[in-house]
């Protein structure tokens, strides 16, 4: 027989063990491995002996011949098998006990070969994941929202809870101090489920009273409350990442916790509607006040800035250095730099930099709404100047 002919033959020899690899690839792990093994070794031996006689054949120029013979192998043995192997998965599974025969026959020959033909498992990274997800989002097989869900469960385990709690300033809290009716009316004024009890002062909670059992209460008195609608807190530190607290929540089976700093003060509350948040984004009920944009841009150069924005933000949106890690809001920033509390109701503008900074409304003690203005030529911190109305 022509060496042409054995190397087209070995061709198909390797086309019908390619078939019969890709047949039994579902096949449980121990069969697969016996008789993936043998197959590979087959296939291997098919392509050597088709070398062989394709090389001897001397037709054209021997590197021509390599490189043509290759491609025939490429596509006839590899391509054309797998593809026709999984467009008929009838076929695939009647010719099973065809290629666990032949395998047994020559599992004699290869079985002391140490090699695995099962491909190692390798582990995917997080970054791995990351990358997927954005190139089905640039393929448009996720939506964007989706995108965003996805990498935001990926930010959890480094988020700390003091990104995302309430902080202290803005928590409604219920005092011992106070008589049944104060608690009434705190709990009719404003529409929480919970709101911590506090003791001596506050930073000592001493319970979380849960609206749901307290409105069940026909005796509203604070004994009777502090008894059947108190129930004990769940602390956690400031430090805590947001994945952690979650799993916390759960295993106590509360959707409420306390979050304290390193010197055991309270630093604010955060809720198991807060993670969610994290995850969803920011959610309003029906009837909730939409509340503006913490940084709103007026023109090219102007800004409305409350003073509760995040001074991070704050420098990314105007282009700044800012005093990031002495300062955490905006407020706290301009308020240090003025050098006293101003009264509630007090209006004053301060240069700060480039800045030019008119506060328009002072209230509890906080700074409410600012106008911005990014000047040209700023003057140095130090050289700040402030005027007060």
Same mark, same amino acid.
């Given at each position: 027989?022509?060496?042409?002919?054995?190397?087209?033959?070995?061709?198909?020899?390797?086309?019908?063990?390619?078939?019969?690899?890709?047949?039994?690839?579902?096949?449980?792990?121990?069969?697969?491995?016996?008789?993936?093994?043998?197959?590979?070794?087959?296939?291997?031996?098919?392509?050597?002996?088709?070398?062989?006689?394709?090389?001897?054949?001397?037709?054209?120029?021997?590197?021509?011949?390599?490189?043509?013979?290759?491609?025939?192998?490429?596509?006839?043995?590899?391509?054309?098998?797998?593809?026709?192997?999984?467009?008929?998965?009838?076929?695939?599974?009647?010719?099973?006990?065809?290629?666990?025969?032949?395998?047994?026959?020559?599992?004699?020959?290869?079985?002391?070969?140490?090699?695995?033909?099962?491909?190692?498992?390798?582990?995917?990274?997080?970054?791995?994941?990351?990358?997927?997800?954005?190139?089905?989002?640039?393929?448009?097989?996720?939506?964007?929202?989706?995108?965003?869900?996805?990498?935001?469960?990926?930010?959890?385990?480094?988020?700390?809870?003091?990104?995302?709690?309430?902080?202290?300033?803005?928590?409604?809290?219920?005092?011992?101090?106070?008589?049944?009716?104060?608690?009434?009316?705190?709990?009719?004024?404003?529409?929480?489920?919970?709101?911590?009890?506090?003791?001596?002062?506050?930073?000592?909670?001493?319970?979380?009273?849960?609206?749901?059992?307290?409105?069940?209460?026909?005796?509203?008195?604070?004994?009777?409350?502090?008894?059947?609608?108190?129930?004990?807190?769940?602390?956690?530190?400031?430090?805590?990442?947001?994945?952690?607290?979650?799993?916390?929540?759960?295993?106590?089976?509360?959707? *409420?916790?306390? $979050? /304290?700093?390193?010197?055991?003060?309270?630093?604010?509350?955060?809720?198991? !509607?807060? +993670?969610?948040? =994290? #995850?969803?984004?920011?959610?309003?009920?029906?009837?909730?006040?939409?509340?503006?944009?913490?940084?709103?841009?007026?023109?090219?150069?102007?800004?409305?800035?409350?003073?509760?924005?995040?001074?991070?933000?704050?420098?990314?949106?105007?282009?700044?250095?800012?005093?990031?890690?002495?300062?955490?809001?905006?407020?706290?920033?301009?308020?240090?730099?003025?050098?006293?509390?101003?009264?509630?109701?007090?209006? *004053?503008?301060? $240069? /700060?930099?480039?800045?030019?900074?008119?506060?328009?409304?002072?209230?509890? !003690?906080? +700074?409410?709404? =600012? #106008?911005?203005?990014?000047?040209?030529?700023?003057?140095?911190?130090?050289?700040?100047?402030?005027?007060?109305?």
């Amino acid at each position: 027989m022509e060496p042409l002919t054995l190397s087209i033959l070995c061709v198909a020899l390797y086309g019908f063990f390619t078939f019969g690899q890709t047949a039994i690839a579902d096949d449980p792990d121990q069969v697969f491995k016996q008789t993936s093994k043998t197959i590979l070794w087959l296939k291997l031996l098919a392509l050597c002996a088709g070398l062989f006689f394709c090389l001897r054949s001397r037709v054209v120029n021997p590197y021509i011949e390599l490189a043509l013979y290759l491609y025939i192998v490429f596509i006839f043995g590899e391509l054309l098998p797998c593809r026709w192997a999984s467009t008929h998965e009838a076929l695939c599974e009647r010719s099973l006990p065809l290629f666990r025969s032949i395998a047994r026959v020559f599992a004699l020959f290869t079985f002391l070969i140490p090699i695995d033909p099962k491909p190692v498992k390798e582990k995917i990274s997080e970054e791995d994941i990351r990358e997927m997800i954005n190139a089905a989002s640039e393929s448009e097989n996720i939506d964007e929202p989706q995108k965003d869900i996805i990498e935001n469960v990926f930010e959890l385990d480094d988020t700390s809870i003091e990104e995302i709690c309430t902080h202290r300033s803005q928590v409604v809290s219920l005092s011992l101090d106070e008589n049944d009716q104060t608690w009434k009316r705190i709990i009719h004024d404003n529409r929480h489920t919970f709101y911590p009890v506090t003791g001596k002062d506050d930073d000592d909670i001493v319970g979380i009273l849960d609206t749901r059992d307290y409105f069940r209460l026909e005796d509203t008195c604070q004994a009777n409350v502090l008894k059947h609608a108190v129930d004990q807190p769940l602390f956690v530190s400031e430090n805590v990442k947001v994945d952690h607290l979650f799993f916390e929540m759960k295993n106590h089976r509360t959707y *409420f916790a306390v $979050v /304290l700093d390193e010197y055991g003060g309270m630093t604010g509350i955060v809720t198991l !509607h807060d +993670i969610i948040e =994290t #995850i969803l984004g920011e959610m309003h009920e029906v009837d909730d006040e939409i509340e503006p944009e913490e940084i709103d841009p007026i023109n090219e150069n102007q800004w409305r800035i409350y003073g509760l924005a995040d001074l991070d933000e704050v420098q990314k949106k105007l282009g700044v250095p800012l005093p990031v890690e002495e300062y955490d809001t905006f407020s706290g920033y301009v308020l240090g730099s003025y050098g006293h509390i101003p009264q509630d109701g007090t209006k *004053f503008d301060i $240069v /700060l930099g480039p800045l030019d900074i008119h506060v328009k409304e002072i209230k509890n !003690h906080r +700074i409410g709404q =600012t #106008i911005v203005t990014k000047l040209e030529k700023g003057v140095l911190l130090d050289e700040s100047t402030e005027k007060e109305n």
